[in-house]
């Protein structure tokens, strides 16, 4: 299974709270009827309101680019329609994400997304942030980090996410000045509801 991540922003005559409501009410679903996920996982921003995005969502399947290149044909169509209605669609950033699972448990419905590093990646800031990760995995349940795979431009807006139920201490030296935090309401589709578990189940 292979993961990637999006994150988008409402459209200039729109609000953060249309944009939240209407993907959970009809983008959501319309996604989940086409796509073959086998998880789908949306985090809706409560705070920052300088943030440049008002969701980060999380998609897994069994073949992430196979299910990114639907984007190509009639489903990309329907998707882009639904999408004009909501969100500024020259400012999505979507990404690959090295997935690392580092402490059990169950992610609560709010959670830390700490965004590290900008647009791109190099080794230093994934070596750091991973070893950040497994120090802050060690205290707090349910912590997971994401190295991002660029795929495009404009850029996803960090090199690396750490996931966390609430605020991680203070990140290491060669992180500093480059860390970001925003609190997130987290919204999970029942796995039993996607599609790609419903073809294999």
């Keep these: 299974m292979t993961k990637s991540l999006c994150a988008m922003r409402h ?3 729109r609000d953060r709270a249309f944009f939240q409501a209407y993907y959970e009410a009809n983008h959501a679903p ?54 004009a209605r909501f969100i500024d669609r020259p400012c ?5 994400a090295e997935e690392h699972i580092l402490s059990s448990g ?7 997304a700490t965004l590290i590093g ?5 080794d230093v ?8 990760a497994h120090a802050v995995a060690a205290d707090l349940p349910a912590v997971s980090l994401d190295l991002v795979i660029p795929w495009g431009v404009p850029a996803f807006p960090a090199a690396a996410i750490l996931w966390s139920p609430e605020p991680p201490g203070g990140p290491p030296a060669a992180l500093a000045g480059r860390v970001r935090q925003v609190r997130l ?9 996607l599609l790609g578990n419903r073809a294999t189940g």
Excluded: K, Q
Aim: with cysteine.
């Design 11 to 13: 459209r200039a005559d």
């Design 185 to 193: 309401r987290r919204c999970e589709t029942p796995a039993d509801h």
């Design 92 to 96: 999505i950033t979507s990404a690959g």
């Design 30 to 83: 319309l996604a989940i009827d086409h796509f073959p996920f086998t998880r789908y996982v949306r985090n809706h921003l409560i705070d920052g309101d300088d943030v440049p995005f008002d969701t980060i969502s999380e998609f897994w399947a069994d073949d992430i680019t196979a299910t990114a290149a639907l984007m190509d044909g009639p489903i990309g169509d329907i998707l882009r329609a639904d999408e």
């Design 125 to 132: 800031t994934r070596a750091a942030a991973l070893e950040w």
């Design 106 to 112: 169950t992610p609560g419905t709010t959670r830390i």
């Design 118 to 122: 900008g647009g791109g990646s190099d």
